[in-house]
C-alpha cells in the first residue's frame, strides 16, 4: 500500500453561516487501514472517525478513484 505523511491539523470552531465553501474533498478518516468495523445504530462504523475536508482544484472523484482517506494508525 501506499502512504503519504499528512500534516498536523487545527480544528477551529466557525459558525456554519461563515464557513467558507472552496473546491474541496471530504476525506474518510478510519482509525485502521482495514476501513471496516461493526456497524453501530448510527449507521457508521466503529472504525470510522469523521470526515475531513482537503481543499483541493481537482475534481473529487479523482480522489475517490484512488479510494483516498486518513488513517489515523498504521499496520506494522
Known amino acids: 500500500m501506499l502512504f503519504s505523511p499528512s500534516p498536523m491539523f487545527w480544528f477551529i470552531p466557525e459558525k456554519k453561516t ?15 487501514t482495514e476501513r471496516k468495523g461493526v ?9 470510522f472517525v469523521m470526515m ?16 483516498a482517506a486518513c488513517i489515523l494508525s498504521l499496520d506494522d
Not at 18 to 32: F, I, Q, S, W
Open 52 to 67: 475531513l475536508k482537503f481543499n483541493t482544484d481537482i475534481n473529487p472523484d479523482h480522489w475517490i478513484k484512488r479510494g
Open 39 to 47: 456497524l453501530m445504530t448510527t449507521g457508521h462504523s466503529t472504525n
Open 18 to 32: 461563515e464557513l467558507r465553501n472552496p473546491p474541496h474533498y471530504k476525506a474518510p478518516v478510519y482509525k485502521t
